[in-house]
């Protein structure tokens, strides 16, 4: 069974760190893509980061740019996303993604096949 399992969320002050996991299990895919995503109450699901896993390139919405880096360790097939100086307006469930085919733009959350259950991260001030 294909899925992937979040984990790292909980609560920080403001200007605090938080790194988030998602380990990825049962597929074979070799080239595909990774992205988190962030949804706050009563607002639509927005793009944070991806990269590519094979050659690593990272991409950034302007709101996190410089304060969050996403990265991958091939041999535990997990995604990371490192999250520093962090604000209440961070507040929101963390979703991590997996697009097996790379065919659509990353930043777009109907490009990706598979989600995983998502974590809570708060962000008091």
């Known amino acids: 069974q294909v899925q992937l399992v979040e984990s790292g969320g909980g609560l920080v002050q403001a200007g605090g760190s938080l790194r988030l996991s998602c380990a990825a299990s049962?597929?074979?895919?070799?080239?595909?893509?990774m992205g988190w995503f962030r949804q706050a109450p009563g607002k639509e699901r927005e793009f944070v980061a991806a990269?590519?896993?094979?050659?690593?390139?990272?991409y950034y919405s302007d709101s996190v740019k410089g304060r969050f880096t996403i990265s991958r360790d091939k041999a535990k097939n997990t995604v990371y996303l490192q999250m520093n100086s962090l604000n209440p307006e961070d507040t929101a469930v963390y979703y991590c993604?997996?697009?097996?085919?790379?065919?659509?733009?990353?930043?777009?959350?109907?490009?990706?096949?598979?989600w995983g259950q998502g974590t809570q991260v708060t962000v008091s001030s």
């Open positions: 993604a997996a697009d097996w085919w790379q065919r659509g733009l990353l930043v777009l959350a109907s490009t990706y096949d598979l």
């Open positions: 049962g597929h074979t895919f070799s080239n595909y893509a």
């Open positions: 990269i590519t896993w094979s050659v690593g390139s990272t």
